[in-house]
C-alpha cells in the first residue's frame, strides 16, 4: 500500500465542513468518492484539521493509503477532472508509510479576511466578514502580541473544554491591509475549536476603538470565554499552510 499526500484548496461556502456527515455534503465526502472512481476503492482520508461548515482552504493536507500506482501527475489531473470545481488538488506526493496528516504538522497557519469597506463588496460575500466600522490595524497587531508564546487559550476557545488541555503556541501574529481588505494571519502548534475566529472576533474590537489595546492580554489571563470578543463569521477563514518537520512541504 502505498501513502498518498494531497495539498487541497476549496471555497467552503457550500459545504458542511470536512468531516463525513452522513446526507450532507461535506469536502472529504467528495474527495473519497473521487478517490473511489480513480482507484475503484473507497479510502480513509485524513486531513491535517477539520475545517468548519463555510471554512475555506488554501492549503489543506490530506493523506490515505492506495494500492493504485499512478503517479502523482495522474492523481492531480484525474482527481481534478472528478471532484466538483469548488475543490481542487494542488498537488500529490507519496510518502513514507509513517506519514501522518494530523499527527506530523508542526504548525497551522489560517488567515481571517475582513471587508473593511464602507458598503460591503458583493464579490466577497462569501469570502469575508463585512466590517463598516474603520479598523486601525496598528493597534491591532500591537493588540496581538500579548497572544504571542505559550499560553493557556481557554479565552478564545468555543464551549471549553473541547481538548485535554487548552495550552497552546502562537508562533505568528500579523495584521496587515491591502486597500479596503484586512487580514489577520495566526501560525501555532495547534489551535482550539473557533481559537482563530474568536481572535479574530477580539482584535476588531480593539481595531474599532471600542476595547483599549491591552485588553487583548487581559482577556487571555481571565481564562474565561465570555470576556473575549465575538466569534467571526466562518466565511473569513481561511486554513492557509499545514508546516511538516523532516517532510516536504
Do not use: C
Not at 39 to 51: C, D, F, K, N, Y
Not at 111 to 133: C, E, G, K, M
Amino acid at each position: 500500500m502505498r501513502n498518498i499526500k494531497l495539498t487541497l484548496t476549496y471555497d467552503g461556502t457550500d459545504f458542511h465542513g470536512w468531516q463525513n456527515q452522513p446526507g450532507l455534503r461535506t469536502v472529504q465526502g467528495v474527495l473519497e468518492e473521487a478517490i473511489e472512481g480513480l482507484t475503484q476503492a473507497r479510502p480513509s482520508t485524513t486531513a491535517s484539521g477539520r475545517t468548519d461548515a463555510g471554512v475555506h482552504a488554501l492549503g489543506q493536507v490530506v493523506h490515505f493509503y492506495t494500492a493504485s500506482r499512478h503517479p502523482r501527475e495522474v492523481f492531480i489531473k484525474a482527481l481534478n477532472a472528478m471532484l466538483p470545481k469548488d475543490v481542487r488538488v494542488l498537488d500529490a506526493e507519496e510518502m513514507p508509510q509513517a506519514f501522518h496528516a494530523t499527527l506530523d504538522a508542526r504548525s497551522k497557519r489560517y488567515r481571517y479576511v475582513i471587508d473593511n469597506a464602507a458598503i460591503a463588496s458583493p464579490f466577497q460575500l462569501r469570502t469575508s466578514w463585512h466590517v463598516s466600522r474603520p479598523l486601525d490595524v496598528a493597534a491591532m497587531e500591537r493588540a496581538g502580541r500579548a497572544l504571542l508564546g505559550r499560553h493557556d487559550f481557554r479565552s478564545f476557545e468555543t464551549e471549553w473544554p473541547n481538548r485535554t488541555s487548552s495550552v497552546r503556541t502562537i508562533l505568528d501574529l500579523t495584521v496587515q491591509r491591502s486597500e479596503s481588505q484586512v487580514m489577520i494571519e495566526v501560525e501555532a502548534d495547534g489551535f482550539l475549536y473557533n481559537m482563530v475566529r474568536t481572535i479574530a472576533g477580539t482584535l476588531v474590537l480593539v481595531g474599532s476603538g471600542r476595547r483599549p489595546e491591552g485588553w487583548v492580554g487581559d482577556v487571555l489571563r481571565a481564562e474565561s470565554r465570555v470576556e473575549a470578543g465575538p466569534t467571526a463569521p466562518p466565511q473569513g477563514l481561511f486554513l492557509l499552510k499545514v508546516r511538516y518537520g523532516p517532510h516536504p512541504r
